[in-house]
C-alpha cells in the first residue's frame, strides 16, 4: 500500500511537473477599445455629412467654375471658367436688387418673428387654463405643408377677390394690388414669411423660460421690481443664449426662402420681390433655359453669408460665457 501510494504520488507529482503551462492571453491596449468603438459610432455620421454636406457643397463649388449649359450638363464636358460666373452674377443688373431684397426680408422677417414669439412665450409661460390648447393652435403654420400655406396667402391677398382686399373695402379702402404691384409684392412675402416663423420662435423661446428657476422672479418681486423690470432684468437677460441659437436658425431658414416667395411672387412682378435664394432657383429651374453655373455662384454666396453669421454668433457665445 505504501509503495503504490508513492509510486502513484510520484507519478502524479511527473505529470504535473510535465505539463505545459498555458499561453498567457493577449491583452489589447488599454486605448484600443474605447478608440475603436468612437470611431463605429463616428462612422454613420461621418459617412452621413459626407454623402449630403460634403459633397454636395464639392459639387456645387464644381457647377460655379465651369460653364454648365444643359448639354454639358448631360455630356459631362463643361468648360473651366474659373470666377467668371461670380462675375457675371456680381455685375448682373439684378444683384443689387436681389442683395437689397434679401438684407430686406431677411432682418424685418427675423425681428418680427422673435418679438412676437417671445411675446407669446411670455404670454403662455403664465400656464392658465386652455394655455397648452392655445400654443398648440399657434403651431398650425409651422406643421402645415409650405406650398399649403404659400397658397393660402396667395389666395388671401389676391387683388381681386381675395379675402384681405374684401375686409379693406368693407371699411372704405380702395383695393391693393398685394402680389402684382411692385410697392408692395416684397412687404406681401415679409408678411407671409412672418407668419410662418412666428410658432418656431415661440416653441423655442418658451422652452428657454422653461429652464429659468421661479426662485429668481420671486426674489425680484419680495424686492418691489414691476413685470416690466422683471422681463428687463431677469428674463431677457437669462435667455441671451436661447435667443442667440433662436436667431441665428432664424437667419439661415430666412436666407434660404425660396417656397413662399416663388408660389407668392415668383420674385416678381420684375424683380421686385426677388431674393438671392429666389434668384438661383430661377436661373437653375424657373426660366425653362437652365443655367446652372450662375445658378450654383450664388448658392455659394449665400453659404458664405450663413458662414459669417455663424462664426460670428460663435464669437459672441464665448464672449457671453466668459462674461
Do not use: C
Amino acid at each position: 500500500m505504501t509503495t503504490t501510494s508513492v509510486t502513484q504520488t510520484g507519478r502524479a507529482s511527473d505529470g504535473a511537473a510535465g505539463r505545459v503551462p498555458a499561453a498567457p492571453a493577449r491583452r489589447r491596449p488599454p486605448g484600443a477599445a474605447s478608440t475603436w468603438t468612437a470611431v463605429g459610432f463616428a462612422a454613420p455620421l461621418l459617412a452621413y455629412l459626407a454623402v449630403f454636406y460634403a459633397y454636395p457643397l464639392w459639387r456645387n463649388i464644381d457647377l460655379s467654375v465651369h460653364d454648365y449649359t444643359v448639354r454639358a450638363f448631360v455630356l459631362g464636358n463643361p468648360d473651366f471658367v474659373g470666377i467668371e460666373k461670380y462675375l457675371e452674377v456680381f455685375s448682373s443688373n439684378a444683384f443689387p436688387t436681389a442683395l437689397a431684397n434679401t438684407a430686406l426680408f431677411t432682418i424685418v422677417s427675423i425681428a418680427f418673428q422673435y418679438a412676437i414669439g417671445l411675446g407669446l412665450a411670455v404670454f403662455f409661460h403664465a400656464n392658465f387654463r386652455l394655455s397648452n390648447l392655445l400654443r398648440a393652435l399657434f403651431l398650425v403654420p409651422w406643421l402645415l405643408p409650405l406650398i399649403v400655406s404659400a397658397s393660402t396667402w396667395a389666395w388671401m391677398l389676391n387683388s381681386d377677390h381675395g379675402i384681405v382686399n374684401s375686409v379693406v373695402q368693407a371699411f372704405g379702402g380702395e383695393q391693393i394690388n398685394w402680389l402684382t404691384s411692385p410697392d408692395t409684392a416684397l412687404t406681401s412675402v415679409i408678411i407671409a414669411n412672418i407668419w410662418l416663423g412666428i410658432p418656431f420662435n415661440l416653441v423655442i423661446l418658451h422652452a428657454g423660460l422653461q429652464q429659468i428657476p421661479a426662485e429668481v422672479y420671486e426674489a425680484a418681486s419680495l424686492d418691489g421690481a414691476s413685470a416690466w423690470q422683471q422681463f428687463w432684468r431677469i428674463t431677457f437677460p437669462l435667455l441671451r443664449p436661447v435667443s442667440g441659437i433662436t436667431l441665428l436658425l432664424g437667419f439661415i431658414y430666412t436666407l434660404k426662402v425660396v417656397d413662399v416667395i416663388w408660389i407668392m411672387t415668383t420674385g416678381g412682378p420684375g424683380n421686385a420681390s426677388l431674393t438671392l435664394a429666389v434668384w438661383s432657383y430661377r436661373e437653375a429651374f424657373g426660366t425653362g433655359q437652365p443655367d446652372f453655373s450662375p445658378a450654383a455662384a450664388i448658392g455659394n454666396l449665400l453659404i458664405v453669408i450663413a458662414l459669417v453669421f455663424g462664426f460670428v454668433h460663435v464669437r459672441m457665445q464665448r464672449s457671453w460665457e466668459k462674461s
